[in-house]
Every structure is written in C-alpha cells, then in structure tokens.
C-alpha cells in the first residue's frame, strides 16, 4: 500500500520566519496531494492541495511544491504568524481504485513571537 | 462547520465493551472515510465506504467493522475494547469521482478504562 513520509516530525521558527515542511510518497499513481492543518483539540482543514497536472501552487502565504518524478512534495509557508502553530499532515490520494487519502505522520509547527 | 456530523463527540466505556460511532456526511458527498488518531499520532486510515459499498480498508482490526446505510450515514462499530482502543475517531467525506478536498467531522474521543 501507499506509504508516506513526512518530516520534520516538530519545527520551531521565529515569527516572521519561513517554513518548510516535506513528504514522500511511493505510489506513482497517487495524483493528489493535499496539506492539513490540525489545531489542539480540533478536527482537521485542509488549506491547500494540488493535483499532479500542476508542479506549483500558492495561496497567500502558502505554497506547495510537487516534483512526481522524485516523489515528494513540500509545504511552503511564509512571514510565519503565531495562529500559524498547530500540526500539518500531508495527505496522498489516487493511487489505485480507490482516491483514500493516506495521511503522513505530521509535523508540529511553533511559530515563536 | 464542515458539514459533517460525529455523535458522540465524548464516550467513556469498560474495557471489554462496544460502542458505535455514527457519521453523517456532507450532503451530496457519497464517500465517508473513518480514521483513528491515537495521542500524539498520525491519521491512521481505518475504512472507506462509498454509495453503500465498502471501497478500501486499511489497518482495520478485526474487532472493529463498519457500514454506510442507504441514506449515507455510516457507523462504526468497537468490540471487546482495550486500552489501546482510546483515541479520537475522525470520520471524512468528499465528493467521489475526482479527488477532492475530504471535509472532516468534530471527532469522537473515545476513552477506555
């Protein structure tokens, strides 16, 4: 089955700062690629995704990057904000007869003020 | 408010006994997924239904199954439960047929003692 590989497991900045979170993935029919954010004690919302038509996508501060050839894809934010911190999952969906999203393991992200 | 609905959102039980979670999705939206995140873990894909069927499993134990009735609500069902069965059970919908965002329900936190 699909397996994915997200790291940096915790990443502290200062506010202000950039942050850059990155997955892997190992099915190459997977064609889709979405990032979740997770506040404490919240459900999971999705804040940006991309499909493997597209190399780059942005949102404000926000941004993914996917490179299908090497399999991985990575989460960009800028002038990180405090309401910033939380917990982002990368997700990866497609692959097979079934668009399940199989979900990596998560970062903890600080922004520090 | 994602347009998905978990009842309950708390449950305490004994070790040994069975619950049932319920879901309702999104209207429109005829693929429900149900996920477990343990404390301090990742989403671990559990199921997935769609239209009725079940569409994909993942590391599902065998003491926990799963439907989705006629009108798209979907339970899951918990038997001889364990310690290690405490965690919070997320249910997701999403439109079906194109990867699409999966739009998250409140959770349920379930907790055995």
């Known amino acids: 089955g699909e397996n994915v590989e997200q790291h940096p497991s915790t990443l502290s900045v200062q506010e202000g700062d950039s942050a850059v979170i990155k997955c892997t993935y190992s099915?190459?029919?997977?064609?889709?690629f979405p990032w979740y954010k997770q506040e404490l004690g919240k459900r999971p919302q999705l804040i940006i995704d991309?499909?493997?038509?597209?190399g780059e996508k942005k949102d404000q501060r926000i941004a993914v990057t996917l490179n299908k050839t090497a399999k991985h894809f990575s989460l960009h934010i800028t002038e990180t904000q405090p309401e910033d911190s939380a917990v982002y999952f990368c997700?990866?969906?497609?692959?097979?007869?079934?668009?399940?999203?199989?979900f990596g393991t998560g970062t903890l992200l600080a922004v520090q003020p | 408010d994602s347009g998905v609905t978990q009842t309950p959102k708390h449950l305490i039980t004994a070790t040994g006994q069975r619950v049932t979670l319920r879901c309702s999705p999104r209207s429109g939206d005829l693929s429900v997924y149900w996920y477990q995140q343990s404390l301090d873990q990742g989403l671990q894909f559990l199921i997935q239904y769609y239209n009725g069927e079940e569409r994909a499993k993942g590391n599902i134990l065998e003491r926990f199954s799963a439907q989705q009735f006629p009108d798209l609500h979907s339970e899951l069902n918990l038997s001889s439960l364990e310690l290690g069965d405490s965690a919070l059970y997320f249910c997701?919908?999403?439109?079906?047929?194109?990867?699409?965002?999966?739009?998250f329900g409140q959770g349920t936190r379930l907790t055995v003692v």
């Open positions: 997701a919908s999403s439109v079906v047929g194109e990867n699409t965002e999966a739009f």
């Open positions: 997700a990866v969906g497609g692959g097979g007869a079934t668009n399940k999203l199989i």
């Open positions: 099915d190459s029919a997977s064609n889709y």
């Open positions: 991309i499909r493997s038509n597209v």
